[in-house]
């Protein structure tokens, strides 16, 4: 790959995709509010949500490979803002992949688990989604416009966990702050998923640019668990107490969003097509201590304009 546009490169998954490409390739990332500093890649502020400037920064840059990460991706948010969120959500990426397909390049879009009403887990990529709230419907409206409008692109059905900019996107660092500042935090018992390490996702969205792979593909990690047992591991790899954790229902959590109990994905499509497994759970956590251990959190922190 030559050139690479990511979008959402100030947020958790784009900017630590940007930070790990480094300049072993001419990464652009695209930014809407938070302008960067200290990263290795060019940036470009642009409002996804304006049609023309999406269109004229695709005719500019005309990416080999687009990595679509930019979104609404608060669940909450999106139920106060429908009409933003379905144009960020729903519009936009169908526009974006529309423009791929006019000049040629081949786009990953990144989407959701909750994308299922977690009724019936594990899921695969024939199961039919069920969205139980906006922000669900409006990523499973922007898969469906993406996957009619450019019949090359790719769709990967994701979750992860990482450092971020503001410090707090991910359920994960999260986790870590409260422990650290010794608070007592909740942890649902009754929510299930699959999350993978962001640089381990990084390693994957990469290796499925890689293969120019077509269609619908659940990425997620290895190991099924629920928020608050990922909470446990994170106390034990952290050293902190685990006791640390109420283990909660999310219906006591007051949010604004309904939640899918059950997002496991059954990710056998991706790993054939790979040719191997998926990251687990444990490697990941590894990774993201070793990170820590080496201040890497506040290389990411360093990045923001204060
Ligand atoms: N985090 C998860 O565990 C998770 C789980 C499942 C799926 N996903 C999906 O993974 C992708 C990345 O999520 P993330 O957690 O990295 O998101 P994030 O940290 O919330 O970052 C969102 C990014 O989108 C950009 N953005 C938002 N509105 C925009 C607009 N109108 N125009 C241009 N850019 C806009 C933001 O730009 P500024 O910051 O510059 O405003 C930011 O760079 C999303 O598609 C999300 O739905 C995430």
Redesign the pocket.
């Known amino acids: 790959m030559k050139r690479i546009l990511v979008?959402?490169?100030?947020?958790?998954?784009?900017?630590?995709m940007g930070l790990q490409i480094g300049d072993s390739v001419e990464m652009i990332g695209?930014?809407?509010?938070?302008?960067l500093q200290n990263v290795p890649f060019k940036q470009l502020?642009?409002?996804?949500?304006?049609v023309e400037k999406t269109e004229q920064m695709m005719d500019e840059v005309r990416p080999e490979v687009l990595i679509?990460?930019?979104?609404?991706?608060?669940v909450d948010e999106c139920e106060s803002k429908r009409k933003?969120a379905h144009?960020?959500?729903g519009d936009?990426p169908g526009q974006l992949a529309a423009a791929c397909k006019r000049i040629g390049t081949y786009m990953v879009?990144?989407?959701?688990?909750?994308v299922f009403d977690g009724n019936n887990g594990p899921y695969t990529e024939n199961d039919l989604p069920c969205p139980i709230n906006q922000?669900a419907l409006t990523?499973l409206t922007?898969e469906q416009q993406v996957l009619q409008s450019n019949n090359d692109a790719s769709v990967l059905?994701?979750?992860?966990?990482g450092w971020?900019?503001?410090g707090k996107?991910?359920?994960a660092e999260w986790f870590v702050a409260s422990f650290r500042d010794d608070k007592q935090v909740n942890g649902f018992t009754d929510v299930q998923f699959c999350?993978m390490m962001?640089n381990d996702l990084v390693d994957v969205i990469l290796a499925v640019a890689e293969k120019r792979l077509k269609g619908l593909y659940h990425a997620v990690g290895n190991d099924a668990l629920s928020k608050y047992a990922f909470g446990v591991e994170i106390a034990r790899k952290f050293g902190y107490d685990e006791a640390q954790i109420n283990p909660k229902s999310w219906r006591d959590g007051n949010l604004a969003a309904v939640r899918s109990p059950d997002l496991r994905l059954d990710t056998q499509k991706l790993t054939s097509a790979l040719g191997k497994r998926l990251p687990g759970l444990q490697n990941g956590l590894e990774r993201f201590y070793n990170q820590a251990v080496e201040k890497y959190p506040e290389k990411v922190l360093d990045c923001r304009i204060s």
């Open positions: 979008t959402g490169a100030s947020g958790l998954l784009g900017l630590n695209q930014v809407n509010h938070n302008r502020e642009v409002d996804l949500a304006d679509h990460c930019a979104a609404m991706a608060n933003l144009r960020i959500n936009v879009h990144i989407s959701t688990d909750a922000y990523k922007g059905r994701v979750n992860f966990f971020s900019l503001s996107r991910s359920l999350p962001v």
